[in-house]
């Protein structure tokens, strides 16, 4: 596991309040009983965390998987960093 995947599973799971071990990166955040309230609360904790700017069509609330939120972050990092 990657420290960005691992870093993302703890964000989502303390916000969702489940144990890291639920979160697979197959999951939805929908699945992980997060409302969209909170999904936001998620992505701004990610940003914040990673200090990056998730692009609005990178976040997909309803069908997106946590592995798809990772992607993103990943790809973000990247183009910072390169």
Not at 30 to 38: E, N, R, T, Y
Not at 47 to 69: A, K, Q, R, W
């Amino acid at each position: 596991m990657s420290n960005v995947q691992q870093e993302v599973f703890e964000i989502i799971s303390k916000q969702a309040k489940i144990g890291i071990d639920t979160v697979k990166p197959e999951s939805t955040l929908k699945d992980l009983g997060v409302a969209s309230l909170d999904a936001i609360e998620v992505i701004f904790d990610i940003e914040e965390h990673f200090n990056i700017n998730l692009p609005n069509e990178e976040v997909d609330f309803e069908s997106g998987t946590v592995g798809h939120l990772i992607e993103a972050v990943e790809r973000q990092l990247a183009q910072k960093s390169g």
